[in-house]
């Protein structure tokens, strides 16, 4: 499983922008590239996903790089409902593909 | 939306007890479903994939014996910890794969022994 290297914590402030990068400088082509995030005690939560073309939905935007090696979780206003870890996960495009866990982004927001 | 749910959303036994955990898709067929268990401050963990009608396939190093998995119908998919013991203590999840793309999780299972 090709891996992703998240910086281990992030802050934001409320309301304001947070970019979440990842690195996955062995991505195959066939890689989609998940986002999760968990709050404590809770399952993760799906926020996005995307293959070559950045994505946007109601929680999230995903700009992905041209050499795919690279990506950003972008959230636009944070509030501190957003405080969670997010992970950053290669898979493929099947839907019984498995989801291998790295260590994520904790992200803290700051009223 | 597609909800996955787990029963019972915490557990407490004793030592050398068997513990059932459900994870059911509540509107949607679930081919696949995943285990995982998470240690505190730690990660998700994958245990095992299972498919409805067939036997599971395990991680490495997850004994096969020890964490008992059937995946009996499109929506249900049971997790047996046997004989249980303190290190097996942990947060227990699974998720689901309908026809999207996405997976979705159930709210965990939190199992403390004795």
């Known amino acids: 499983d090709a891996k992703t290297t998240q910086p281990n914590s992030m802050e934001s402030n409320e309301e304001e922008p947070v970019h979440l990068p990842c690195n996955h400088s062995?991505?195959?082509?066939?890689?989609?590239i998940h986002w999760y995030r968990q709050l404590p005690s809770q399952g993760p939560e799906y926020v996005i996903h995307?293959?070559?073309s950045n994505v946007n939905n109601r929680m999230a935007s995903l700009a992905i790089a041209e050499d795919r090696k690279s990506s950003t979780l972008i959230l636009h206003r944070a509030t501190l409902r957003d405080a969670a870890v997010y992970y950053c996960?290669?898979?493929?495009?099947?839907?019984?593909?498995?989801?291998?866990f790295g260590q994520g982004t904790t992200l803290q927001v700051k009223p | 939306g597609a909800v996955v749910s787990q029963h019972p959303s915490w557990v407490i036994c004793k030592s050398g007890t068997s513990v059932k955990i459900e994870c059911r898709s509540l509107?949607?067929?679930?081919?696949?479903m995943f285990w995982y268990r998470q240690f505190p401050k730690q990660s998700l963990m994958l245990m095992a994939t299972?498919?409805?009608?067939?036997?599971?396939?395990?991680e490495q190093g997850v004994e096969k014996d020890k964490f008992l998995i059937n995946h009996a119908s499109l929506t249900l998919s049971t997790l047996t910890v046997t004989s249980a013991h303190p290190e097996d203590s942990s947060f227990y999840i699974c998720?689901?794969?309908?026809?999207?793309?996405?997976?979705?999780f159930g709210p965990g299972t939190r199992l403390t022994v004795l």
């Open positions: 995307g293959l070559t």
């Open positions: 062995t991505i195959s082509g066939t890689d989609y």
């Open positions: 509107d949607f067929q679930a081919t696949t």
């Open positions: 998720s689901a794969s309908g026809l999207a793309i996405e997976k979705i």
């Open positions: 996960i290669l898979g493929g495009s099947g839907n019984t593909g498995k989801l291998i």
């Open positions: 299972s498919n409805e009608g067939s036997k599971a396939t395990y």
